[in-house]
């Protein structure tokens, strides 16, 4: 494998939770972090995403998305990935893309345009708009592969590093899934910059217009989603 695929995180890892966590060289207990230590990649592509995001996402939205970015991102001070998986490597710049588009397709305009699932169409829209910005297609396909697995929950196969990444990231954020991850001052700062602002109740919404539109789309395959979501008592204090 090439450094370039390394570094968008074209890597093989379990996508069965329990066994990503079994993996671990170590088991150790999770370190508070702030937002203020995490330095947002600043290239022309993440502004140009950032503003496309700012512009098709309801707020709640992006500010879930920016939470799921400082709850898994790479850094010397992370949430998720140094303190418990350190020899993953991965662009920080191609996950902050993937947080920011994850949920493109939820957007009202996006969940009616198509007979898709929404993470299937919002991948096709991350992989075009990441094009027309001239990224390079390890990149732009990470993201796109990513977006369209990050739902993919299960116990057999691999996923990519991002992938996985982005799976453990929202769960926690929308289910209070893994809590042994992510220091609960990191969350108490995380949420102070991105208010929830009622998101459990916000996305649960989300998830029953989905399925009452698309009562096929690829959301049905996690059982008592939107209750599980409603029901995240680990956010509940901050929602």
Known sequence: MS????????????????????????????????????????????????????????????????????????????????????????????YLLTCLLHDIGTSAANLRATYQSFEFYGAQLALALLSSHKSPQAQSEAVAEAIIRHQDLGDTGTITTVGALIQLATVFDNMGANAELVHMRTVENVVEAWPRNGWSGCFAKTIREEIGLKPWCHTTIIDGFAEGVEGNQLMEPYD
């Open 3 to 94: 450094k370039t695929e390394q570094d968008h995180g074209w890597t093989a890892v379990p996508l069965s939770h329990s066994k990503l966590l079994a993996s671990r060289p170590e088991k150790k207990e999770s370190q508070p972090m702030k937002v203020a230590d995490i330095p947002l990649p600043d290239s022309p592509l993440v502004k140009a995403v950032m503003a496309y995001a700012k512009e098709n996402l309801r707020e709640e939205t992006f500010h879930h998305s920016m939470r799921v970015f400082y709850y898994g991102t790479y850094t010397t001070r992370t949430a998720i990935t140094t303190q418990h998986f350190p020899a993953w490597t991965y662009s920080p710049e191609t």
